[in-house]
Nanobody
Framework: HVQLVESGGGSVQAGGSLRLSCAAS????????MAWFRQAPGKEREGVAG???????SYADSVKGRFTISQDNAKRTLYLQLSRLKPEDSAMYYC?????????????????WGRGTQVTVS
C-alpha cells in the first residue's frame, strides 16, 4: 500500500523560498518515477518537475532555474525546493509516483498521489 504525504507548504512573499517534502511509504523512490504537480483554482493540474529512478530530472519551463527536485532514498523523501517565488506559483502542490511514465507532465501517467500542500505567494 503506497502512501505519499506532502508537507512544507505555507504563505510567503514574492521572491521568497520554500522547501516541500513528500514522505513515501516503502521503497518506491528507487523503483518509481516521481513528480511534483500543482493545481490552482479553476486551472488544470500541471507538471512542475519530475525525477526518474535513475535520477534524471525534468522541469516545466515556468519553473526552470527557480525550482529543484531531489530525493533522498534513505529517508524515503522527495523534495521540491522553490526559490524566487512569484504570485503565479500559488497553488496546491501534489507529489505523484508512477511505475511506467512516458510523459512526466501527464497526470494520467501516475499511479499514486498525495493529498497536497498549499503554497501561497503574495
Amino acid at each position: 500500500h503506497v502512501q505519499l504525504v506532502e508537507s512544507g507548504g505555507g504563505s510567503v512573499q514574492a521572491g521568497g523560498s520554500l522547501r516541500l517534502s513528500c514522505a513515501a511509504s516503502g521503497d518506491i523512490l528507487s523503483r518509481y518515477c516521481m513528480a511534483w504537480f500543482r493545481q490552482a483554482p479553476g486551472k488544470e493540474r500541471e507538471g512542475v518537475a519530475g525525477i526518474d529512478s535513475d535520477g534524471s530530472t525534468s522541469y516545466a519551463d515556468s519553473v526552470k532555474g527557480r525550482f529543484t527536485i531531489s530525493q533522498d532514498n534513505a529517508k524515503r523523501t522527495l523534495y521540491l525546493q522553490l526559490s524566487r517565488l512569484k504570485p503565479e506559483d500559488s497553488a496546491m502542490y501534489y507529489c505523484a509516483a508512477g511505475r511506467v511514465v512516458l510523459d512526466w507532465r501527464r497526470p494520467s501517467s501516475y499511479n499514486y498521489w498525495g493529498r497536497g500542500t498549499q503554497v501561497t505567494v503574495s
